[in-house]
Protein backbone atom coordinates (compact mmCIF):
# COMPACT_ATOMS: atom_id res chain seq x y z
CA UNK A 1 0.00 0.00 0.00
CA UNK A 2 1.35 3.45 -0.82
CA UNK A 3 0.16 6.84 -0.72
CA UNK A 4 -3.85 5.65 1.05
CA UNK A 5 -3.84 3.22 -2.22
CA UNK A 6 -4.05 -0.72 -2.02
CA UNK A 7 -2.87 -2.76 -4.71
CA UNK A 8 -5.30 -5.43 -5.48
CA UNK A 9 -3.39 -9.29 -6.47
CA UNK A 10 -4.20 -8.56 -10.43
CA UNK A 11 -2.01 -5.05 -10.23
CA UNK A 12 -5.45 -2.79 -10.23
CA UNK A 13 -5.46 -0.02 -7.71
CA UNK A 14 -8.21 -0.11 -5.27
CA UNK A 15 -9.45 2.45 -2.96
CA UNK A 16 -9.08 1.78 0.85
CA UNK A 17 -12.46 1.98 0.94
CA UNK A 18 -13.64 -0.43 -1.35
CA UNK A 19 -16.11 -3.22 -0.61
CA UNK A 20 -13.83 -6.64 -1.27
CA UNK A 21 -15.66 -9.51 -3.35
CA UNK A 22 -15.68 -11.81 0.08
CA UNK A 23 -18.09 -8.98 1.75
CA UNK A 24 -20.09 -8.69 -1.23
CA UNK A 25 -20.99 -12.04 -1.06
CA UNK A 26 -21.29 -12.26 2.91
CA UNK A 27 -22.66 -8.69 3.93
CA UNK A 28 -23.99 -10.57 7.05
CA UNK A 29 -21.68 -8.49 9.39
CA UNK A 30 -22.16 -5.58 7.68
CA UNK A 31 -25.92 -6.00 8.21
CA UNK A 32 -25.71 -6.66 11.44
CA UNK A 33 -23.22 -3.83 12.22
CA UNK A 34 -25.78 -1.39 10.75
CA UNK A 35 -28.44 -3.25 12.66
CA UNK A 36 -26.97 -2.58 15.75
CA UNK A 37 -25.98 0.93 15.07
CA UNK A 38 -29.25 1.83 14.00
CA UNK A 39 -30.81 0.01 17.19
CA UNK A 40 -28.89 2.14 19.55
CA UNK A 41 -30.63 5.39 17.83
CA UNK A 42 -34.02 4.41 18.31
CA UNK A 43 -35.39 6.17 21.34
CA UNK A 44 -36.02 4.49 24.64
CA UNK A 45 -39.93 4.03 25.39
CA UNK A 46 -40.39 7.03 26.84
CA UNK A 47 -44.08 5.88 28.15
CA UNK A 48 -42.00 3.12 30.63
CA UNK A 49 -39.84 5.88 32.07
CA UNK A 50 -42.72 8.30 32.59
CA UNK A 51 -45.14 5.64 33.99
CA UNK A 52 -41.73 4.93 36.44
CA UNK A 53 -41.99 8.55 37.16
CA UNK A 54 -45.64 8.80 38.24
CA UNK A 55 -45.39 6.35 40.47
CA UNK A 56 -42.74 7.73 42.24
CA UNK A 57 -44.69 10.77 42.61
CA UNK A 58 -47.90 8.89 43.97
CA UNK A 59 -45.93 7.24 46.69
CA UNK A 60 -44.15 10.79 47.69
CA UNK A 61 -47.52 12.09 47.86
CA UNK A 62 -49.24 8.70 49.28
CA UNK A 63 -51.87 8.19 46.42
CA UNK A 64 -52.79 11.64 45.87
CA UNK A 65 -52.29 13.10 42.45
CA UNK A 66 -50.85 16.81 43.12
CA UNK A 67 -52.90 19.43 41.45
CA UNK A 68 -50.51 21.50 38.93
CA UNK A 69 -49.91 24.93 39.53
CA UNK A 70 -48.37 27.22 42.17
CA UNK A 71 -45.35 25.58 42.29
CA UNK A 72 -42.02 27.24 40.79
CA UNK A 73 -38.97 24.87 38.97
CA UNK A 74 -35.96 27.44 37.84
CA UNK A 75 -33.73 25.77 35.52
CA UNK A 76 -32.39 26.30 32.31
CA UNK A 77 -33.82 24.71 29.70
CA UNK A 78 -31.19 24.02 27.71
CA UNK A 79 -28.33 21.83 30.24
CA UNK A 80 -24.98 22.37 28.42
CA UNK A 81 -23.03 19.98 31.39
CA UNK A 82 -25.43 17.48 32.98
CA UNK A 83 -22.74 17.24 35.77
CA UNK A 84 -23.80 20.31 38.05
CA UNK A 85 -27.26 21.69 37.06
CA UNK A 86 -28.18 24.06 39.26
CA UNK A 87 -32.22 24.37 40.41
CA UNK A 88 -34.36 26.08 42.36
CA UNK A 89 -38.04 25.27 43.66
CA UNK A 90 -40.18 28.03 45.39
CA UNK A 91 -43.96 28.92 45.86
CA UNK A 92 -45.12 31.56 47.31
CA UNK A 93 -46.92 30.06 49.80
CA UNK A 94 -45.94 28.13 53.09
CA UNK A 95 -45.01 24.37 52.77
CA UNK A 96 -44.59 21.46 54.53
CA UNK A 97 -42.42 19.26 52.52
CA UNK A 98 -40.94 19.92 48.35
CA UNK A 99 -39.12 17.19 46.17
CA UNK A 100 -37.92 16.98 42.82
CA UNK A 101 -38.11 14.09 40.61
CA UNK A 102 -36.42 13.15 37.78
CA UNK A 103 -37.39 11.18 34.64
CA UNK A 104 -34.58 9.17 33.30
CA UNK A 105 -32.07 9.32 36.07
CA UNK A 106 -30.98 5.77 38.01
CA UNK A 107 -32.87 7.60 41.06
CA UNK A 108 -35.97 8.87 40.83
CA UNK A 109 -36.19 11.18 43.69
CA UNK A 110 -33.54 13.68 43.55
CA UNK A 111 -34.26 15.90 46.31
CA UNK A 112 -37.02 15.85 49.36
CA UNK A 113 -37.35 18.97 51.77
CA UNK A 114 -38.98 19.66 54.70
CA UNK A 115 -39.92 23.00 55.97
CA UNK A 116 -41.05 24.07 59.68
CA UNK A 117 -44.28 26.02 60.54
CA UNK A 118 -41.75 29.48 61.06
CA UNK A 119 -40.60 28.72 56.97
CA UNK A 120 -42.98 30.97 55.45
CA UNK A 121 -42.50 30.89 52.01
CA UNK A 122 -40.80 27.98 51.10
CA UNK A 123 -37.60 27.81 48.74
CA UNK A 124 -34.56 25.05 47.89
CA UNK A 125 -31.85 25.39 45.48
CA UNK A 126 -29.53 22.86 45.03
CA UNK A 127 -27.33 21.33 41.80
CA UNK A 128 -28.08 17.94 40.46
CA UNK A 129 -26.89 15.95 37.86
CA UNK A 130 -29.15 15.12 34.80
CA UNK A 131 -28.58 11.57 32.62
CA UNK A 132 -29.89 13.00 29.59
CA UNK A 133 -33.08 14.89 28.20
CA UNK A 134 -35.79 14.33 29.82
CA UNK A 135 -38.71 15.43 32.33
CA UNK A 136 -38.66 17.29 35.74
CA UNK A 137 -41.73 17.32 38.17
CA UNK A 138 -41.52 19.35 41.27
CA UNK A 139 -44.04 18.47 44.17
CA UNK A 140 -44.75 19.96 47.19
CA UNK A 141 -47.16 19.60 49.99
CA UNK A 142 -48.48 23.31 51.04
CA UNK A 143 -48.96 23.67 54.78
CA UNK A 144 -52.88 23.44 54.41
CA UNK A 145 -52.55 20.11 53.03
CA UNK A 146 -52.73 20.42 49.44
CA UNK A 147 -50.52 18.80 46.69
CA UNK A 148 -49.30 20.95 44.48
CA UNK A 149 -46.92 20.26 41.41
CA UNK A 150 -44.86 21.99 38.20
CA UNK A 151 -43.57 19.94 35.27
CA UNK A 152 -40.15 21.09 33.10
CA UNK A 153 -38.61 19.45 30.07
CA UNK A 154 -35.10 20.21 30.07
CA UNK A 155 -32.47 19.18 27.10
CA UNK A 156 -28.84 18.15 28.35
CA UNK A 157 -26.35 18.27 25.62
CA UNK A 158 -23.55 16.05 28.18
CA UNK A 159 -24.81 13.35 30.09
CA UNK A 160 -24.11 12.20 33.31
CA UNK A 161 -24.41 9.80 35.88
CA UNK A 162 -25.01 7.22 33.08
CA UNK A 163 -24.87 4.31 34.10
CA UNK A 164 -22.02 1.67 32.39
CA UNK A 165 -23.83 -1.69 31.14
Not at 24 to 39: I, K, N, Y
Not at 120 to 142: E, K, M, N
Amino acid sequence: MTGGRMSSPNGQVASPLAVTASERRDPTRRLVLQAGVGALLLPRPAWADRATLERAVLAFTGGVTPEAGGLVIDIAPLIENGNAVPVTLSMAEPARVMALFNELNPQREVIQAEFGPRSGAARLATRIRLATSQQLVAVAQTADGRWRSQRVDVVVTLAACVEGG
